[in-house]
């Protein structure tokens, strides 16, 4: 199926734009280069500026809100993500695997850009790939790109920079924040395609994770967004097929898989040297999965949620 990812995300700019100075965002024509929508560099942005990130990362094939929740009696928001469309959602779009490097610039890409690409090993396992005219990154990164960032992306592409649109926001920003939250059930996507499970079988999914407070810095930020889900995030997935498969894989799925949990992620990742292929990345995944199966009516859940690391990330 041909999901019109960068179709359905360009729209969603486009009804943006109007309201740019409402969700405290720029909007910035780039000199031979594309447009540039800054949601939390010079721009203020906040909580609508994030939640517009969250849906054009998903091409709009995502519900996502903000709802009411708890830490150990801490009323505290929470991130909401649910969706009928995991797979194209969440790995063809959402997913934030493609390391942008150009001359001084350097951002993670996510968005349907991606697809148009398909550089990625999930799009030559899962056979996607888009053709589109226009198209739309998301990037969370410090700088605005330049028109070379534009330009090697049309490399890539074959889409022309002026029908490039880039939304970008660091993460240290209320709507960068909001948006690495907003990648919970992607996390679990990711981790069940790493594992070797058949993501075909996802039919749909909800996620919640609470909302990080927006750090000082983007190093906190990367600390405070990574805890969220690691340790706060809660995911059910809807899924076809055998029970016996799912047993199997979904102790490995939840982050408590990892030999290094247990510790905010900022000190996992200093341990680390600051080098994330250096962590094991059997604890990029959410706290908590439960597997519905809508062909046998079974219920199955693995792992759990650690409030008291939330408090510890969070300064609660």
Same mark, same amino acid.
């Given at each position: 199926?041909?999901?019109?990812l960068?179709?359905?995300a360009?729209h969603l700019?486009?009804?943006?734009i109007?309201?740019a100075?409402?969700?405290?965002?720029?909007v910035?024509?780039i000199?031979g280069?594309?447009?540039?929508?800054?949601c939390g560099?010079?721009?203020?942005?906040?909580?609508g500026?994030?939640?517009?990130?969250a849906?054009?990362?998903t091409?709009g094939?995502?519900?996502?809100?903000?709802?009411?929740g708890?830490?150990e009696?801490?009323?505290w928001?929470h991130?909401?993500?649910a969706?009928?469309?995991?797979?194209?959602a969440?790995?063809?779009?959402?997913?934030?695997g493609?390391?942008?490097g150009?001359?001084?610039?350097?951002?993670?890409?996510?968005?349907p850009m991606?697809a148009v690409?398909a550089?990625?090993?999930?799009?030559h396992k899962?056979?996607?790939?888009?053709?589109?005219?226009?198209?739309v990154?998301?990037?969370?990164?410090?700088k605005?790109?330049?028109a070379?960032?534009f330009?090697?992306?049309?490399?890539k592409?074959?889409?022309?920079?002026? +029908? *490039?649109?880039?939304? /970008? !926001? $660091?993460?240290?920003?209320?709507?960068g924040n909001?948006q690495?939250?907003a990648?919970?059930?992607?996390?679990a996507?990711?981790?069940?395609f790493?594992?070797g499970?058949?993501?075909n079988?996802?039919?749909?999914?909800?996620?919640?994770?609470?909302?990080?407070?927006v750090?000082?810095?983007?190093l906190?930020?990367?600390?405070?967004?990574?805890?969220?889900?690691?340790?706060g995030?809660?995911?059910?997935?809807?899924?076809?097929g055998?029970?016996?498969?799912?047993a199997a894989?979904?102790p490995k799925?939840?982050?408590?898989?990892?030999a290094?949990?247990g510790?905010?992620?900022?000190?996992?990742?200093?341990?680390a040297g600051?080098?994330?292929?250096?962590?094991?990345?059997?604890?990029f995944?959410?706290a908590?999965?439960?597997?519905q199966?809508l062909d046998?009516g079974?219920v +199955? *859940?693995?792992?759990h /949620? !650690? $409030?008291h690391?939330?408090?510890?990330?969070?300064g609660?």
């Amino acid at each position: 199926m041909n999901w019109e990812l960068s179709q359905r995300a360009t729209h969603l700019v486009n009804s943006l734009i109007p309201s740019a100075e409402t969700l405290r965002i720029a909007v910035h024509e780039i000199p031979g280069g594309g447009r540039v929508l800054d949601c939390g560099i010079s721009a203020e942005g906040g909580l609508g500026a994030g939640l517009a990130l969250a849906q054009v990362c998903t091409a709009g094939l995502a519900e996502i809100s903000l709802t009411g929740g708890q830490i150990e009696g801490h009323g505290w928001p929470h991130v909401l993500v649910a969706t009928d469309h995991p797979v194209a959602a969440c790995l063809f779009s959402q997913y934030a695997g493609w390391q942008i490097g150009v001359e001084k610039f350097f951002a993670m890409g996510s968005g349907p850009m991606r697809a148009v690409a398909a550089r990625e090993e999930v799009f030559h396992k899962l056979a996607y790939h888009e053709t589109a005219t226009t198209t739309v990154g998301v990037l969370e990164g410090r700088k605005l790109p330049t028109a070379a960032v534009f330009q090697f992306l049309t490399d890539k592409t074959g889409i022309a920079p002026q +029908q *490039t649109t880039l939304l /970008i !926001a $660091p993460t240290a920003s209320a709507a960068g924040n909001f948006q690495v939250v907003a990648r919970v059930v992607e996390t679990a996507l990711h981790k069940l395609f790493e594992l070797g499970f058949d993501v075909n079988r996802i039919r749909s999914a909800v996620g919640t994770a609470p909302l990080s407070p927006v750090a000082h810095d983007d190093l906190t930020g990367i600390g405070r967004t990574n805890d969220a889900i690691l340790y706060g995030g809660r995911v059910t997935l809807w899924v076809r097929g055998d029970d016996e498969s799912i047993a199997a894989i979904g102790p490995k799925v939840p982050s408590l898989a990892a030999a290094c949990y247990g510790e905010p992620f900022l000190k996992i990742f200093e341990k680390a040297g600051h080098d994330f292929y250096k962590i094991d990345p059997q604890l990029f995944s959410p706290a908590e999965i439960v597997f519905q199966n809508l062909d046998t009516g079974k219920v +199955q *859940t693995f792992g759990h /949620i !650690a $409030p008291h690391l939330l408090k510890v990330s969070f300064g609660i």
